[in-house]
């Protein structure tokens, strides 16, 4: 059962919606413990200086490295003088258009869900925002940080994303291999083979098509073990063949090769379709005076 981890109001010009927050994304992994490999015991982690001293919890402070091994020491209370004061309210700036957001802005995402009293006013902008199309842009205090946010529709529902700042995005010239290229000829022939295998992969995007693999293959590992079992993993091929292939001749054939897999799912659908169809006839065979009568074609 989910938890409201917060709970305050939007506040949208002089209109305030109690609202509470429940986190929207469930994050899955699988995690490990580290144990002695000799007992199968838990190893706990202790916390030592750099001298090697195990240091009691009350003897650490926070300190802010300034130079190599050069430390800033901060208090606790230095740090609560300056945290955003607390505040209860999700406070709407701007109305954008969800285009204008670039994806890499969006963080975590959350649910908010209208006190009992509060559902009529909470309805009422959840339906505007959605006729408009447009997305919120808010600021919030949740655990002593300040947070951008964007507030969209989803459904009948508004789902809140909190946002990282722009100076937090690294840019892409930064990264090495993304310095703007050198003079690079694209042939028009290349280009519309491209094109062309993009459209024949293209399909509506349906969430449901993809699972973690690994994840899924390493529970299948542990349970496996657990109960005193093998399992082996069943990986896919790949072609470790590193010689330089024809671009051109590449991308035709994958062009090729997508055109045939869409063929094939058509036609199992077809089949898939025929099959059901022919079920369904021979439930709707009319009965008679307590005899069923079919009729051949």
Do not use: C
Request: glycine share 4%; no cysteine; aromatic share 8%.
């Amino acid at each position: 059962m989910a938890r409201a981890i917060w709970s305050g109001a939007i506040s949208f010009g002089l209109v305030t919606v109690p609202v509470k927050l429940y986190p929207a994304i469930s994050r899955k992994s699988v995690r490990f413990n580290q144990l002695d490999s000799r007992t199968n015991s838990r190893v706990r982690q202790r916390r030592v200086n750099s001298q090697g001293d195990e240091v009691p919890y009350d003897q650490i402070v926070k300190g802010y490295e300034v130079s190599k091994d050069t430390y800033v020491v901060v208090t606790d209370e230095e740090l609560a003088a300056l945290a955003p004061k607390s505040s209860r309210m999700i406070e709407i700036t701007d109305f954008v258009s969800e285009a204008d957001i670039d994806p890499v802005f969006y963080d975590s995402a959350y649910y908010l869900v209208p006190d009992e009293l509060a559902r009529k006013s909470y309805m009422l902008l959840t339906q505007a925002m959605s006729e408009s199309g447009r997305v919120a842009i808010a600021s919030f205090v949740m655990r002593t940080k300040q947070y951008l946010a964007a507030v969209r529709t989803v459904g009948d529902a508004l789902m809140m994303s909190t946002m990282v700042y722009p100076d937090e995005i690294v840019p892409g010239d930064e990264i090495p291999g993304l310095e703007p290229p050198e003079a690079i000829e694209v042939t028009e022939a290349e280009l519309a083979m491209a094109s062309a295998l993009i459209d024949s992969l293209t399909s509506e995007f349906d969430p449901e098509k993809y699972q973690d693999l690994h994840r899924q293959q390493v529970l299948e590992l542990v349970e496996a073990k657990a109960v005193g079992q093998e399992y082996t993993a069943e990986f896919p091929a790949f072609d470790d063949n590193d010689d330089v292939i024809d671009l051109l001749a590449a991308l035709e054939a994958s062009v090729n090769a997508a055109k045939a897999s869409k063929a094939a799912k058509a036609s199992k659908a077809a089949k898939a379709s025929k099959a059901a169809k022919a079920s369904e006839a021979v439930s709707n065979i009319g009965e008679g005076d307590g005899e069923i009568t079919a009729r051949s074609a």
